[in-house]
C-alpha cells in the first residue's frame, strides 16, 4: 500500500518569521544541543496528528497557526493547519508553508468520531484505505473503529515514551487498553482486522435491561389473567375459522331472506299506494254515478210531469169556461177559438221541452251506463289489490319470523367471534413482550463465539526474527534473544522483559521495535503510515551486569548506518552528532542553543530569519 509523508513542520504568526523544518522522504535527522526545541518537534507531530493536548514552550509565544505538510498515498499535496489551543483542523490541498490566510478546503476536527467524514482521524484512515478497520475494544470481542492515534503511537515515540517501562505496544497503565492497543499490533502484523459481533450491553444497560424485564413480566402476568378460556393460540385460530365459516353461511342465508323480506315490503308499499289511488278513485266514480241517477231522475220526473201538464192542459181548454188558463185573458178579451189556439202553443211548449229532456237524458245514460263498468273494473281491481297485499303481508310475515332468529344467531356468532379475536390479541401481545423479554435476556449475556485474539505463531515469529535482525544490525550488546510476547504485550530481551531493564535498553529496544515493525509491514505489504518519528533512540548506557561499558561509539553508529537504509521515512531527534559518514546521506538539522548556527527550531528574533541547516552546522536540508 501507498505511506503518508511528512513535508514539513511549521509554526507561523503575524509578524513573526515562521519556525519551520523540512523532512527528508528517507531520512531527517535533528541533533544538537538540549533545550533547543527538537522534543517540542515530536510533539508538534503528534498533536498535529490528533493529539489533544500540546504544551508550549515560551519560544512559540506569538505563533497562531501550526502546519504540517503531508504527501497523501496519491501523490498530492495536503497541509493540515491546527492552532495550538484548539481541536479545529483546516485542510487545504496545497503545500502550504507560512501564515494561511485563504478558506480551508476541508474543516475537520482532530476528536475522533467514528464514521464522521470531518474527523482528522477517519479522513486520513480513509487516505489510507484503513477507514472501515474495526479492532477490538474488550474481552468479549466488542469492536469499535481504528483510530488515527492507534497507528501515530506505533510510529510517533516521544522522548518520555522511549525510555518508559510501559510496553511499546500498549497507550497506557489502564487495564482498559490493552485489549485495543493489542488488536491494532494484530492487525498490523496479519493485515485482518476484528469482525463486528454483537457483544451485548455493558453492567449499566444490563441493570437497565432487569428493570425492563421486570416490567415485561408484570405486563404478561396481567394480560395472562385477562384472557377468559384455557385455549392456546392455535385451538383459538381453529375455533375462529369454524365460526367465521358459520358467519359466512349464515350472511347467505340472511341476504337471501332479507332480499325476499326488501321486495315483499316494497310491493306492499307499491300495492298500498296503488289501492289507495284506487279508493280516491272509486269514490268518485261513486260520487259521479250517485249524481247522475239523480240527474236521470230528475229527467224522468220532468218528463212525466210535462206528459201530465200536456194532457191536463188539454182537457182544461176544451171544458171549461171564464178566464183563460194559459194567458189569464177575461172572456171578454179571448178571440174565438182562443182556447184551441192556446191549447195547440202549450201542447208545443210541452212537446219541445219533453224533446230537450228527453235528449238530455239520453245523453246523461251511457255516461252512466260507462262509470258502472268503470266502478266494476275498479272494484275488481280492488279486490285483487287486497288479496295480493294480504300475500305480501304473509310474505312479510314470513321473512320476520325467518329473520328474528338468523339475527339472534347472527350476534350470538359475532360476539363469539369478538371474544376469540380479543384472545388472539392478548395471546399476540404476550408473545411479543414474551419475545422482547427474551431479547433482553439474551443480551444480557456474553457472545458465545469471540474472534481469535491472538497472533499466529508463525507470524510472531516472523516479527521476531525481524525485531532480532535489527539489535543485531545495531551491535547490541547484553540481549542474546529478543522476541514480542504477544500475552504480555512487551518485548523480551535476553530472557528478560523490557520493563526490567535500566532506560538505555528500553529505549533501544522500543527503538528496534519500531523500526522492525515499520520494516515488516512494509516487506510484507501491510498497514502502517509509512514513517517513524523517533526522540532519542539511543543513548549512551551500561551493561547492568559486569564493568561498564559505554557504547555510545558502536551502537549508535551502526544505528544510523541501519536506519540509512529504512524503507520509509525517518525522522531521528537526537543530542548527540550523528557519524560522519551518515551526514552527507541525509537532510540534517543540527541546533546550537547559540547565536552560531541555527539556534533551535524557533528563530532567534523576529528581525533575523532562520538558517537552513548544513551538515556540519547549517545547511539546506537535502531534496
Not at 515530536?42 to 502546519?67: C, F, H, K, R
Not at 178579451?333 to 202553443?345: I, L, W, Y
Request: proline residues 5%.
Amino acid at each position: 500500500m501507498t505511506d503518508l509523508r511528512l513535508l514539513h513542520l511549521t509554526y507561523a504568526g503575524s509578524a513573526r518569521p515562521p519556525a519551520q523544518v523540512v523532512f527528508d522522504d528517507d531520512m531527517t535527522v535533528i541533533y544538537g544541543a538540549s533545550d533547543t526545541g527538537k522534543s517540542f518537534i515530536v510533539d508538534s507531530i503528534a498533536y498535529m496528528l490528533g493529539n489533544s493536548n500540546l504544551t508550549l514552550i515560551p519560544e512559540a509565544e506569538g505563533y497562531s497557526q501550526i502546519l504540517l505538510g503531508l504527501r497523501m498515498p496519491d501523490g498530492s499535496p495536503l497541509t493540515l493547519v491546527r492552532r495550538p489551543d484548539s481541536n479545529a483542523v483546516q485542510a487545504h490541498f496545497a503545500d502550504l508553508r507560512d501564515l494561511v490566510t485563504r478558506p480551508a478546503d476541508r474543516h475537520l476536527t482532530a476528536t475522533h468520531t467514528a464514521r464522521s467524514t470531518r474527523s482528522l482521524s477517519m479522513f486520513l484512515l480513509g487516505e489510507l484505505g484503513l477507514g472501515d478497520v474495526r479492532i477490538r475494544k474488550n474481552e468479549a470481542g466488542g469492536t469499535r473503529d481504528l483510530m488515527l492515534a492507534d497507528l501515530a503511537h506505533l510510529s510517533v515515540v516521544t522522548e518520555t515514551r522511549m525510555v518508559d517501562p510501559l510496553s511499546p505496544v500498549l497507550t497506557s497503565h489502564a487495564n482498559s487498553t490493552k485489549t485495543p492497543a493489542t488488536s491494532v499490533m494484530k492487525f498490523l502484523l496479519t493485515g485482518e482486522d476484528d469482525p463486528v459481533i454483537n457483544t451485548g450491553p455493558n453492567q449499566g444497560k444490563r441493570r437497565v435491561h432487569k428493570g425492563q424485564i421486570t416490567l415485561l413480566d408484570q405486563i404478561v402476568l396481567d394480560l395472562t389473567g385477562k384472557l377468559t378460556t384455557q385455549e392456546n393460540e392455535s385451538q383459538l385460530r381453529e375455533r375462529l375459522t369454524r365460526i367465521q365459516t358459520t358467519i359466512d353461511a349464515q350472511s347467505q342465508s340472511l341476504r337471501f331472506i332479507a332480499d325476499r323480506h326488501m321486495n315483499a315490503v316494497t310491493s306492499r308499499m307499491q300495492s298500498s299506494q296503488e289501492l289507495a289511488a284506487l279508493d280516491n278513485r272509486m269514490a268518485e266514480t261513486t260520487d259521479l254515478i250517485t249524481r247522475f241517477r239523480l240527474l236521470e231522475q230528475q229527467y224522468r220526473s220532468d218528463l212525466e210531469r210535462l206528459e201530465t201538464v200536456s194532457e191536463v192542459g188539454s182537457l182544461l181548454g176544451f171544458f171549461r169556461l171564464g178566464t183563460c188558463v194559459f194567458c189569464g185573458a177575461e172572456p171578454e178579451h179571448q178571440h174565438p177559438g182562443h182556447s184551441a189556439e192556446e191549447t195547440t202553443q202549450l201542447h208545443q211548449a210541452v212537446q219541445a221541452e219533453m224533446g230537450k229532456t228527453t235528449s238530455l237524458l239520453t245523453d246523461l245514460l251511457p255516461t252512466i251506463t260507462e262509470l258502472d263498468a268503470q266502478l266494476a273494473t275498479l272494484h275488481r281491481r280492488h279486490v285483487s289489490l287486497q288479496a295480493q297485499t294480504a300475500d305480501l303481508d304473509a310474505q312479510i310475515d314470513t321473512a320476520e319470523s325467518q329473520l328474528a332468529p338468523l339475527r339472534a344467531h347472527m350476534d350470538d356468532l359475532l360476539a363469539a367471534r369478538s371474544t376469540v379475536e380479543r384472545e388472539l390479541e392478548l395471546h399476540s401481545r404476550i408473545s411479543e413482550l414474551e419475545h422482547r423479554r427474551s431479547v433482553l435476556d439474551g443480551e444480557g449475556a456474553v457472545a458465545t463465539s469471540r474472534p481469535a485474539d491472538h497472533i499466529p505463531t508463525r507470524v510472531v515469529n516472523a516479527f521476531d526474527s525481524f525485531l532480532r535482525d535489527t539489535l543485531d544490525t545495531w551491535k547490541v550488546p547484553a540481549v542474546d534473544f529478543a522476541e514480542y510476547d504477544q500475552y504480555t504485550a512487551d518485548i523480551r530481551a535476553g530472557s528478560r522483559p523490557r520493563a526490567g531493564r535500566g532506560k538505555g535498553v528500553r529505549s533501544v529496544l522500543h527503538s528496534a521495535f519500531t523500526t522492525a515493525l515499520a520494516r515488516y509491514c512494509h516487506e510484507h505489504d501491510l498497514p502502517h503510515p509509512g514513517f517513524v518519528v523517533l526522540d532519542s533512540p539511543v543513548v549512551t548506557y551500561r551493561e547492568p551486569v559486569g564493568e561498564d561499558v559505554d557504547i555510545t561509539g558502536h551502537v549508535v553508529d551502526h544505528f544510523y548506518r541501519d536506519m540509512t537504509t529504512f524503507p520509509g521515512q525517518a525522522v531521528i531527534i537526537e543530542n548527540g552528532d550523528p557519524p560522519d559518514d551518515v551526514l552527507p546521506h541525509v537532510t540534517a538539522y543540527r541546533f546550537t542553543g547559540s547565536a552560531e548556527g541555527r539556534r533551535g527550531f524557533f528563530p532567534i528574533s523576529a528581525a533575523r530569519p532562520p538558517k537552513a541547516p548544513d551538515n556540519t552546522g547549517s545547511q539546506e536540508p537535502k531534496t
